[in-house]
């Protein structure tokens, strides 16, 4: 199997780097993802436009993406737009888009108000 790994907002591609031997050791080929805004693209523009972009440019039919945090939003908006590729989601302690919700209430579900 091959899994898609998509970080959350504080991170990049680098928090993956202990689990991504371990999935290959296991047979399975693992490929985390630097989010437009993180990591080696940190000069990038952040949007989540760029993010579900990103996410498109990497999805191989019958990959299995797994999110965290943030990375949610960016994994379940690029596979509505290519459900035909996506075997599975992993929500690994990530924010599920709500539709007519804002992404900004959804960050206030996860980190509480900030008053």
């Not at 993802?33 to 760029?50: M, Y």
Request: hydrophobic residues 50%; proline residues 5%.
């Amino acid at each position: 199997m091959r899994f898609l790994l998509i970080h959350g907002g504080f991170h990049g591609a680098w928090c993956w780097d202990y689990l991504v031997p371990e999935l290959n050791s296991l047979g399975h080929t693992a490929f985390a993802i630097d989010l437009p805004g993180h990591g080696e693209r940190a000069h990038e523009v952040a949007s989540l436009s760029g993010y579900k972009d990103t996410v498109l440019a990497h999805i191989e039919p019958g990959d299995i993406l797994v999110a965290h945090s943030m990375g949610g939003v960016a994994a379940t908006i690029a596979a509505n737009q290519a459900p035909e590729k996506v075997r599975h989601i992993v929500y690994l302690a990530a924010a599920l888009p709500l539709e007519g919700k804002a992404f900004v209430d959804l960050a206030v579900q996860i980190l509480g108000p900030t008053d």
